[in-house]
Nanobody
Framework: QVQLVESGGGLVQAGGSLRLSCAAS????????MAWFRQAPGKDREFVAAITGSGGSTLYADSMKGRFTISRDNGKNTGYLQMNSLKHEDTAVYFC??????????????????WGQGTQVTVSS
């Protein structure tokens, strides 16, 4: 069982930056692929980025490439999402998620077994 807790959301002006954190319980965090998803009001949950358990490979949604960076520190059982050049349309609740995987990751939300409660990111235009 893995428990995930996000933090770092808030209100930021367009063009600004935020770094989200995802703290995971358990001692085998490096066995889990981790991803970030987001959901804006009235919209479906959307894939943002994913990273393998080792942190060696990453995957991004096209609209986030070059602006967002996913990373993890397995020694701290924590994942991160650095968001730069934020736009109003990035406003959403951001969720971290994880599933047991060996050097794999996915953009499919249905594969992820563990989810955090979400953190609100609001970008003012």
């Amino acid at each position: 069982q893995v428990q995930l807790v996000e933090s770092g959301g808030g209100l930021v002006q367009a063009g600004g930056s935020l770094r989200l954190s995802c703290a995971a319980s358990g001692r085998t965090f490096n066995n889990y692929a981790m991803a970030w998803f987001r959901q804006a009001p009235g919209k479906d949950r959307e894939f943002v980025a994913a990273i393998t358990g080792s942190g060696g490979s990453t995957l991004y949604a096209d609209s986030m490439k070059g602006r967002f960076t996913i990373s993890r520190d397995n020694g701290k059982n924590t994942g991160y999402l650095q968001m730069n050049s934020l736009k109003h349309e990035d406003t959403a609740v951001y969720f971290c998620a994880a599933y047991l995987a060996n050097n794999r990751y996915s953009r499919l939300a249905t594969l992820y077994d563990y989810w955090g409660q979400g953190t609100q990111v609001t970008v003012s235009s």
